[in-house]
């Protein structure tokens, strides 16, 4: 609590609110173009958490993606199934005062890592 009181009052509430809703817009739209996918709404829309869509993955990966993610690369990432229109998997990232640019990369790069890891895997088992 005294890490968020340091933050507030160096910096205001309204500049890091600012701060995470560029975070956000930026990372995501970032992380969507590195997944070739895209943002659940248009980025005007977004504050400081965003939802991007999850590359073509099975349901099978997508059960275990949290886990598989978080064990290879100790970044917790929540994952939801969106069920309207035949189903579809999204990621929401979260921006916090404490991140930058920089760990949007890092967990796009890993959500990459597991599905090749995954797929990979299977091939070999084939």
Not at 33 to 38: E, P, R, S
């Amino acid at each position: 609590q005294r890490r968020v009181h340091g933050y507030r009052s160096k910096y205001g509430d309204q500049n890091i609110m600012q701060y995470m809703t560029n975070l956000a817009q930026t990372g995501g739209t970032l992380v969507a173009n590195m997944w070739k996918t895209q943002l659940a709404a248009p980025v005007n829309m977004t504050a400081a958490i965003v939802n991007v869509a999850l590359p073509t993955i099975s349901a099978e990966l997508f059960q275990n993606l949290t886990e598989l993610v978080y064990d290879k690369h100790q970044i917790y990432l929540v994952v939801f199934e969106f069920p309207v229109g035949g189903g579809s998997y999204w990621c929401r990232l979260s921006a916090q005062i404490y991140l930058e640019l920089s760990d949007f990369v890092l967990a796009g790069k890993a959500v990459l890592d597991v599905i090749d890891s995954f797929y990979l895997s299977k091939q070999t088992l084939l």
